[in-house]
Every structure is written in C-alpha cells, then in structure tokens.
C-alpha cells in the first residue's frame, strides 16, 4: 500500500506539475505579446515611462502581501489540513487577510495622491534621467497603484487553491489578465500622456476581471473566507511572524530591479529601461515555467511530510524537485547565453520600430542574465524549502545580503568600464552569493539536506559544455537572412540542435532525469 500510495502521489505531482508549466507557457506567451505591442506602440522614451510605472507598484505589493500568499499562507493552511485543523487554519488566514487588506487600501490610496514625489526619488538617484520620463511614469503609476489591491485579492484565491492542491484551478488565471493587459494596449497605448495614463487605466480593469475570475473558479473554498479585524489574535501574529520576513524577502526582489532601472537610467539613452525590461522577460521564461512550477507543486506535498515528520521522504521530494528544474533551465540558459541576440530579435522584432540597437541592446542585457536561469532555480526552490519548514529568516538574511550586493557590484563593474552588462552580471552574481548561503544553512541539517546532487550538477555541466560547442560551431555553418520567417527557422534548427545534443548526452552520462522522460516515454507507447 505505501509504495502505491508514492506511485498516486508521485504520478499526481508529475500530472500538476504539468498542468502549472503549461499554465506558465500560456502566461509567458502572452506576456510576451504584449511586451511586443508596448515596444510597437510607444517610443522609446513612452516605454521607459510604462515600464517604470510598474516598479512602485509592484515593489508596494511584494512589501505588503504580493510573496507571503503562497509563501506563508499555502504552507500555513495546508499544514492546518493535513492536520484535521481546516477551520482554524481559514480562521487565522481570514484574520491575515481581513487587516493586510485594510493596510493595502491606504497604501493604494496615498500612492495614487503622492504619486509624484515618489517617483522624484529616481531624478534624485540619477542624474541622467529624463525628467519628463519619470513625470509621465508617475502618472501611469496612478491607475496601477489601486491595481495592486485585486492583484492581492487573486494572489489570495490562488495562495489558498494551492493548499488543496487544485493546481488546475490556478494555472491559466494570469493568461487571462495578460490577455486584458494586450488588449489594453491595443486599444489605448499610444505617445501622449493621456494614451499612456488609459493604458494603465485599462490594466488595472484586468486586474479586477483576474481576481473575478480566480474567485468564481474556487468559490467552493473561498467562501470560508470572512472579514475578521483581530490583529490581537495569536493565530495570526504567529503567521506574522512567519510571513513579514517573507514578505521583505518578496520586496527585495523588487528593489533590486528598482537599483539596476536606476543604473540604466544613468546611462542616459532612451531604452535602457524597457532593453532591461525585455531581457528580465525572456531570462524569466525558462524559469518561471520549470522553477515556479516545480517549486509551487513542491511546497504543500512538503509541508505535508515534514508536519509528519517524515524527513527521509521530505529530503527525496527536495533532491528530485531541483533535479527536474536544474535539469530543464541548464540547457535554457546555454542556449539564451549562445544565442541572447537573435532571441530577443526573434521575440521582440515585428516592426522597424523596435531596431537592431535596441535589440542588440536587449541581448547585452540577455547575456549577463543568463545565469540567473540556473541560479535562480536553485533559490526559489531552497526558499520554498525554508518556508515549508517554517524557516522564514532564512531567505530574508539571504534577500538583504543581495540588497548589498546588487549595487555594490554594479557600481564596482560601471566604474571600470563594464557598462550596461555591469547591471545583469551583478544580479547573476548576487543571485550566486544568495545560493550558496541558503544551500549551506540548509544543509546543515543531514535529514533534511537534498541528496546526490554533486554528481548531478557535474554531469549537467559536461551536457552543457558540449551543447554550448556544438552550437558555436553550427553559428559558423548556418546563413545569415534578413527575412523574419527566416531568422525564426535558424533559430528554431539551433533551438532543436541544442534540445537534441544536450538530451543525448545526459543519456551519455546516464543522468536520471534523462532515464525518467525515456521510460515514461515507452510506457505511453506501449500503452498505446
């Protein structure tokens, strides 16, 4: 019976994780055409603006509620479950949820009246910067601050589906909002500021319709969800204890994007923010479909075994979920590091508007982020690790050390002449220094600590450095088209290549993951 009920859990994990990744491809896509139309639908100087809008916002909601939904609550509640606890765990949530809500509203709302003396803080930092560019992002900023509020309430409908496990309840919600984002701008964008202002006026309405939709989709366990104003309660100081450093630890992330658009603006040419922009997009793809997905699937089963005490499997579960992700983002950052250019051409490149400077631009940016790819798997995974575990101090000590860094590092790489891939080499390398702290705090405990994982990076490693090869090589032998459909079917023989090359020789040096999708693979043929 145990071994079957592993066989269930495990086809069941496989089956969610699934259904995540394609939720997050569909949400990737879409995020990418709507990046697409902003580089189409402003200038240059209009999407620096539109991008920097968002920094504010979005840095007020990972401070305040945006990380500790699936990283406090999900853990919190799903304990409360496998414990027989389920009203006391909504009870607790409720009251989380009934006065960070409230703090929410009053943040939305002097947001949207200081809008401007905010944003003064980059004209302050930089002494590059265009002024009517940071005029134009604060008042963009104004329709997306109350956006933060039902982007809060969805990441709550999702934070609490997660707990039961309704991972396809969750997946396509943020496709249906860059849905209504890319309408938005399709509709509204545009070089005037009352376009730009519409624009974001019309995001916010896809926020609204996202939260509508998470909720209808799980009223059945949302609807235990009442207003409780008891900040007193114990239940709920102690899930604020557990959830405040997560949610500094949400915020930093944040802020050191908020540090490298401050570096960019220095460099004084219009498009380095939204270049910084479109290079985070893609880098961000392989990893939030493989590493989010895997880590998100990860945290309840997790939590669940160590509530048990069940420290053997919990310590399996960790191994074989950073395997999965390490084993799909490695070739994916070898490929966007070979090929950073023609990728973002490939992506970002429909019109005249959007120019080789600009995509060269990108690719530079591309280049120095490609290690965040594997590091950064590696850190989300350990973070939802510590939180599963209840140790939240962790990521956040590992969170302020990279808020040292970041700069630091940045400036150091600018002072001598680095340039603009001084900003993405100092985010990979803090991302590096945030890794190794949080893999040996967490090791330090045998039981628990992930296991074989040596033997697995080296092999990945040899895969890796034969794919980078062969790419370089083929880069020689292939012709140059200047027509888009062209430079798509180069890109797709190299794309191909590389899947091949780097899955053949993890089948070479007989990797597990390769094994896993090679048996899988011949159980459904013979199924069939």
């Known amino acids: 019976m145990g071994r079957d009920s592993t066989k269930k859990s495990g086809k069941s994990m496989a089956i969610a994780t ?57 853990p919190t509640l799903a304990s409360a479950i496998t414990n027989d606890k389920e009203k006391e765990g909504f009870r607790t949530v409720s009251i989380f949820i009934s006065v960070f809500s409230t703090i929410m509203l009053v943040i939305c709302t002097c947001g949207v009246v200081f809008a401007e003396p905010i944003y003064s803080f980059y004209s302050m930092f930089s002494k590059n910067a265009n002024p009517e560019t940071i005029r134009l992002a604060a008042k963009a900023s104004q329709m997306l601050f109350p956006q933060i509020f039902f982007m809060m309430l969805a990441a709550l409908c999702i934070g609490i589906l997660n707990a039961y496990k309704r991972f396809a309840s969750t997946a396509f919600g943020p496709t249906i909002y860059n849905i209504f984002v890319f309408l938005s701008i399709l509709i509204f964008a545009g070089n005037t500021q009352n376009k730009l202002v519409a624009c974001t006026a019309g995001i916010m309405g896809a926020a609204v319709i996202y939260f509508l939709f998470q909720y209808i989709i799980g009223f059945d366990k949302l609807k235990q969800v009442r207003f409780i104003f008891k900040p007193k309660d114990e239940g709920f100081r102690n899930l604020v204890k557990l959830a405040v450093p997560i949610l500094i630890s949400a915020s930093i992330v944040q802020i050191n994007l908020a540090v490298l658009n401050t570096f960019a603006l220095s460099l004084g040419n219009d498009g380095q923010v939204f270049a910084l922009r479109n290079a985070a997009t893609v880098w961000q793809l392989p990893y939030g479909i493989f590493a989010v ?66 995509a060269s631009m990108a690719g530079t940016y591309l280049t120095g982020y490609s290690i965040a790819v594997i590091t950064h798997t590696v850190v989300f995974i350990m973070n939802q690790a510590f939180y599963a575990i209840g140790k939240t101090k962790v990521p956040l000590l590992a969170g302020v050390i990279s808020l040292i860094t970041n700069p630091l590092i940045c400036y150091i790489l600018m002072q001598n002449g680095v340039g603009a891939l001084s900003l993405t080499i100092a985010y990979s390398s803090t991302s590096v220094i945030q890794l190794v702290v949080l893999c040996y705090l967490y090791c330090r405990n045998k039981e628990l600590a992930p296991r074989n994982m040596l033997k697995f990076i080296i092999k990945s490693a040899v895969c890796l450095v034969v794919m980078c090869a062969v790419l370089f090589v083929l880069d020689k032998f292939l012709p140059v088209y200047d027509v888009k459909i062209k430079k798509l079917c180069v890109l797709a023989v190299k794309g191909v290549v590389a899947v091949l090359v780097y899955f053949g020789m993890a089948i070479i040096v007989k990797t597990e993951e390769a094994s896993y999708w090679i048996d899988t693979f011949k159980k459904k043929l013979l199924r069939r």
């Open 293 to 358: 997905a895997v880590g998100n699937v990860m945290l309840p089963s997790l939590v669940g075994l160590y509530s048990e005490k069940k420290y053997g499997e919990a310590s399996e579960l960790l191994s074989s979920r950073l395997k999965t992700a390490l084993f799909m983002t490695i070739p994916s950052a070898g490929f966007l590091f070979m090929c950073n250019t023609e990728v973002i051409k490939a992506i970002y490149q429909w019109s005249d508007s959007y120019s080789d400077a600009r």
């Open 18 to 74: 699934f259904l995540v990744m394609l939720g997050l491809v569909f949400s990737k896509g879409s995020g990418f055409v709507r990046d697409i139309l902003v580089g189409y639908k402003f200038n240059s100087s209009y999407s620096d603006a539109y991008t920097l809008a968002f920094t504010i916002p979005d840095l007020v909601y990972n401070l305040l509620i945006g990380g500790s939904i699936q990283a406090a609550i999900t």
